[in-house]
Every structure is written in C-alpha cells, then in structure tokens.
C-alpha cells in the first residue's frame, strides 16, 4: 500500500478505541505512536506498551503524528484537540457524532484551510459503508429523501415490546442490564443519537449546513405494546425514523420520530441492533443498506478503512480530495414541524355511547383531516372504548386542531397517543 | 468540480448508453464528443445531433478524449475497443460484466502499465453502490464470504412463482412478454450472468484472478412450484444465489445455484428485480446492500458516479489511485463443486409403502449423510409417495452418493429434484 511508515495518534481508548488498535496491527506501515487516555493506569485488553499518555497534546502537536484519530466522543475537549490537529496539519478520522453534528462547520471549515481530510464514516451506521457511498458512488445523482434506523438501542427495545408484548420501561430496564443501553438512556432513547447522525447525512445528501437544533427529535418512551399491536393489525411496524427530504423550493423536512412503517417497506425488517438506510436518488431510484450500527470491531472496521482512504491519497496528491471535504457553506432552512405532512396514527379512549366515532369524524372534517381507517373494538376497564384513526396525509398543525377539538368533546377522555405513519 | 471541459467518448447507444447521455447532461464541464453507435440513422430518445459515429476508432483514437464509457455489451468488439483507448492512455468505465469476467486480467493490466483507471460500478448491481464500498469502505476488512441475488430476471421469475404458484415455463414467457427477460433468456435463466458478476465481485474480495469457467453454474429452470410450497413449510424461500468464500486454505468456493434461503436472512426478502448482496468481513460482520440490479437510470447513475471519480482523480494526482486498478495477480483455485459442503433438500418420488423412509434414512447414513427433517405427507396419482428430505451439512459428493444408492432401490421412482440450502 504504501513504504513509509505512517504514524498515527489515538484520542480515547474507550470500546471504539480498542477496536482501532486492535484492527490496525494488521498494517506494519501504519505505526500507532500514542494514545491518549483519561486514566493511563487502567487495564486495557490490547497491548500497548509504552505509547499511553494522559495529556493529549503531546498528539495534537507530534510533528510525526499525520493522522489523528478521535474516538474519545462528546464535544468537550474533542473540538478543541480536533482543531488544534488540524491548525498542525494532520488529518481526522472520527467517530464522534455530537461532535460533527454540533461544530462540524467549523471543523470543515478550518480543514479546508489547512487542506488536510476530515473523514467520519464510523459516526454513522458504524461498520456500515454510507458516507462514502453517499459521496461518491451515488455523486450522479440529485437525493431527493432519505429514511433510516440509526440508532440500535432504541430499535433493539422496539423489537422486544414487539416480540414479548412487553412495556417500554421494562424492556429498557433489561437492555442496560445487558449493556445494550447506557445507564443514562437519554440520548438514545429521545432520539438525539440520531439525529446527530441524521445532521451529517442530510447535509451531505443536500448540501447544506443543519443546526442540530432546528430538527425536530421525538423518542420512543410513549409507545405502548398496544400501539405495537394496532400498528400490525394495520399493516405496520413502529420504528424510530430518522428521515430527511428536500423540498421544491429547497428547504429540508428533517426530523426524527416514531413512525408507522409499512410491513413491505425494507425498514420495517430491520430488527434489534441492526442499522439501515434507504436513500432515494433522482436516477438510481431506491437504494438499502443495512449492517451493525455499533459495537467494537464494526466501528473500528469503519475507521480503518477511513485512515486506509487518507494514506492512499497522501501518496498520491498534492491537494486532498473534494470528497474528503466539506465545501458547502449555505445553513438550511428548516420545515417546522406543524408544517410538515404525514399520514397520522392517532389513538383515543372514549366514553363508549353513541355518536362517538361520528363527532371525531366531523371535528376530522372541519379541518381538512381525511380519514384512511377507523378501529373501535377492545373495551377498556370503566366502560371507555378504545379508538384508533388512521388518517390520509395531512399537515401536522390541521391535524393538532382537529385532536384539540376532539379533545374537547365531553365523550373523550384521552388521547392515549399520535403517531406518525412513514411510509 | 473542475473547471476544465473534459470530453468523453462512449461506445454504445443502448438503454444504458441513452441513461448516460441523459444524466451527463447536469455537467457542464463533461463534453461527450462522440458516441459510436452500428446504426447512424436509427431514431434516438436523446439529443445527440452531429455526434454520432459508425466507426468506434473515431473514438479511441480521438486525442481529445480522455474518458471512454463502454456501454456495448459482449467481448468482441468491446475488448479490442477498450484495450485500444487504454494503450491511447484514455480512463476506462465499463458496464460490461461478461467483458471483465472474461477478459478482466489483460484489461486491467494493460491500465496498469497505462497508468488509467478502469472503473466498473455499473458492471454489478446497476445502480447499487458495491464495488467502491468493497474496495474503500471495507478495505480493512478481511473479506470471508459474500453471497447475493445478483440477477434480476431469474430473482423476478421466482417471485412470481412463489406468489402465483406458476410454472417456471409459464412466468419465463411472461416476464418476455413485459420486457423483463430477454428473447434468448438462457444467459439468465442459467446464471451466467451472475456468475459473470460473481467473479467480479470475488475477485475484488480475495484478491485472485478468477477462470469464469471454474465458476460451478446452476439455473433455476428445475425448480417448480412444489418445491417452494416445501420450502416455504421448511422456514426457507428459494433463490438463484451467487455465493463466495475464502476457505483456510485459500482455495475459493465459488458458485451460482438455486438455493434454499431461511426467511429470517435478509436475502430471503429482496423479491422482484431488485438486487441485494450480503457480505462478510473480519471486523465488520454482515453488512447488506439492495437496490435495483439494472434498468437506464440506475445503471447509468453508477457509471455516471465512475466518471466523476476519475474527474476527480484527474484534477488532483500524478497517479491513478490504487483503488481504481487492480495489482492481484495470483489465479485462484476453486474448489470442485463435488468438494463444497452445504445443506441439501432433496425431493422423491417413491411408492408408498412400509419401509421406504427406511431404506433412505439406511442410504444416508452409509454415506454420512446426517437428516436435519423429513415430510411426507402428499400422495401422487399411481399411488406414488413425494417424500422431501432436509439434511445437515455435508460434502457434495457424499450426498450424490447416498442419492444414488437411493435411486437403485425397487421403492424410488424419481428423484424429482435436489436443491442446496444457502443458510
């Protein structure tokens, strides 16, 4: 591949970290010279004698140092050794998500300056190949959408209330006894995991910069077995969507949300852990890709092959590659989400008596909300019925108003849960 | 992207050759100066006045290409072509699978003596992005197996089978009809081209030179509807698989054959033409990829995506990337069909009467031939017994060897067929 020696230095020796070391001994020519670590005294299942170091400057100012690796996630003090590698010429691969999602601008920004790459496959869909596909393979085409499941824990919890009918709080309960999710769930489960990664795929897909929070995020901690159980009856599996599409007069609709998916849509077999994405091109039509969207060796699978990409080119280039860049510079404009259209889940508990399901179709009516179906059928304790509309598309803020109005009726008596239908 | 106008020759004007000329014409910077057709007058769906030759030397020859786009088909005259356009120092992108299967080894070192770059992307999966993941994104993979549906006609006919309980016959003459197989379907229905596409895709993965005829091919005409209603009960779709593995020894086990796929693997749900492939790496696991296998605009958007690369390339380097040729030059040995080891179904005619399950079980176990299942349960007119046998794994040979100690027996009347099971 190459003849010199290539030195690299390691941020955070975490899970991911590990995995790096561990997949880089294959290569004599590419050279780990430190690794920065909290804690340089902590048993580490890898060898790695002699190259630990508590202060990470001594990588980001290395002269010998040309490529950094930053795996140690958050965006404190990661930003700060990022753009201090960067002032000093060398070139990023990260894993960090928050980080691009948060300051990527600037981190592009000041990477194209110093012509050095930043490269970020594992900070989304882990092992799975999506950026670089995304950049060069489908560079023919205009992308027109995007939908995926991109974050694992929250799909492996949604695979087991499905298969076990079991609840939300439960089911997370035992994925962190397993280690499948964090002692604070937060960030997975709420759905800021991905929408991170949604950020990074959107703006390459559309080229634009996204600010992290103009897009609208929604976690899963409301579903219910019971919603799990419609949905199917329905024709449909819920999943948290990450989705993004581009509109005429080029503002994005990007959001992250529970969703009906349809049971023949390639999302919807997408279980436990697994990642996917499905990117629609001008000229290629509908495209899948699917694979582990986590762990140690999938992860370093992915940085690997970003640091393999950087040493091909350092031997062959005076200037970094375009698609190792970042070169748009225009902020998107956001779809606020009550602008946005859906079809609609919606489900009610009501007093059961007569005239019911009609005064729900009426307030429907009133404001342009066109039903698809209708379910009444399982009473529930006290004599309520429980209800579930689906609706045709609709914009959301009809679809609020139609529910506020509902909601007034003296038959209703909550409205148990609304839901989005992707597709 | 670049400022410089770059000319572009392409040989056919075909349904891939048209989705080209529509999709280049986003890029201002990217010229087709001419397009070497066999008929100048045949009407045409795109605006190509002025451009057209009947004379492909115009184009190989032509000083001011620098980027040649194969989109003819077939090896003769397509190989003299390439080959010519390389030693006049022109980029190669190709769509031609049976071209590269055949003639891949000389093509591509003759570019590596040039100092071009061949690209292929369209040659497997159309629009799919597979060979630039396998070779960037996975490169610090260790590539153990892959396996896919990489022929749309065939993946199509058994769709429709499956879901109309048709005859093989009967659907083929169809899917003529609507333009999805071809009159002369044999290339097809056969599995070569799949298995054309194999070798590409195997080659790039183990890095061995592959002898096409070494490749074990199986079409899918012996398969009828009984056999996937057994399936089907089995837990198990059946598919024309295209499957590939490295064995410790390095010998290749390579091969195209219709195959029992169990309904939870992600393969056992691409139906239609769609295109999917599953492939394997150290680090990575399983990643899939699925999409549409051909068709204009896909196939286009792939070697559209090639022609940008090489833009890029140009605008930045002295050499062509590593990436974008291919170094291996080691043949590969294939393991002997007789020699792979997989799982088989095999279905019997037989009389109906005590002992016959007997006499079979007696056969396999002489030959080693462990049973994983076995169902008999329809009766055939004459009083016949149709009995499916599911065995473990087991060497090729071995099962043939228990089937014809089976055949010699008074009781057996047809081995009505014999399947292998992917996974």
Chains 1, 2 share one sequence.
Do not use: W
Request: proline letters at 4%.
């Amino acid at each position: 591949m190459t003849d010199k020696i290539i030195n690299i230095g390691i941020l955070g020796l975490g899970t991911v970290g590990t995995g790096v070391v561990k997949v880089l001994k294959k290569y004599d020519c590419l050279k780990i010279k430190k690794i920065a670590v909290r804690n340089t005294n902590k048993k580490r299942d890898v060898d790695i004698e002699g190259i630990l170091t508590d202060n990470p400057f001594e990588i980001t100012n290395d002269p010998d140092i040309s490529i950094v690796v930053e795996v140690m996630g958050g965006t404190d003090p990661a930003f700060q050794l990022v753009t201090d590698a960067i002032r000093n010429g060398k070139h990023i691969v990260t894993a960090n998500k928050e980080l691009l999602a948060k300051r990527g601008p600037e981190i592009y920004e000041l990477a194209r300056e110093k012509n050095v790459a930043v490269l970020y496959e594992a900070s989304v869909g882990g092992g799975i190949p999506i950026i670089m596909p995304m950049k060069q393979s489908l560079a023919a085409n205009k992308i027109t959408s995007m939908a995926g499941i991109l974050n694992g824990t929250t799909n492996y919890i949604l695979t087991k209330m499905e298969q076990e009918n079991s609840e939300f709080a439960d089911v997370l309960k035992e994925a962190q006894e397993l280690g499948y999710a964090e002692p604070d769930p937060t960030s997975d489960v709420e759905g800021h995991d991905a929408a991170y990664k949604l950020s990074i795929l959107a703006s390459i897909a559309f080229g634009y910069r996204i600010n992290i929070n103009d897009i609208y995020c929604e976690g899963i901690s409301n579903i219910t077995p019971v919603d799990i159980a419609y949905a199917s009856e329905l024709g449909y599996k819920i999943k948290l969507i990450a989705m993004a599409s581009i509109k005429d007069d080029n503002k994005l609709d990007v959001r992250v949300h529970p969703a009906l998916v349809s049971k023949t849509h390639p999302l919807a077999s997408i279980n436990g852990v697994t990642n996917a994405l499905t990117v629609y091109g001008d000229a290629v039509g509908q495209v899948n890709f699917s694979g582990p969207g986590a762990g140690q060796m999938p992860t370093a699978s992915a940085v690997v092959g970003d640091i393999l990409a950087i040493v091909r080119e350092m031997d062959m280039t005076v200037n970094v590659l375009p698609s190792m860049k970042c070169t748009h510079k225009l902020n998107a404009t956001i779809v606020p989400i009550e602008d946005t259209v859906s079809k609609f889940y919606v489900r009610f508990n009501s007093l059961d008596q007569p005239g019911v399901i009609g005064h729900m179709g009426m307030s429907c009516g009133n404001h342009g909300v066109s039903l698809l179906g209708v379910i009444q059928k399982d009473m529930l304790l006290g004599g309520q019925a429980r209800i579930i509309l689906l609706t045709h598309e609709v914009k959301e803020s009809a679809l609020r108003a139609a529910i506020d109005e509902i909601s007034l009726h003296f038959s209703t008596k909550q409205i148990a849960n609304v839901i989005r239908v992707f597709r």
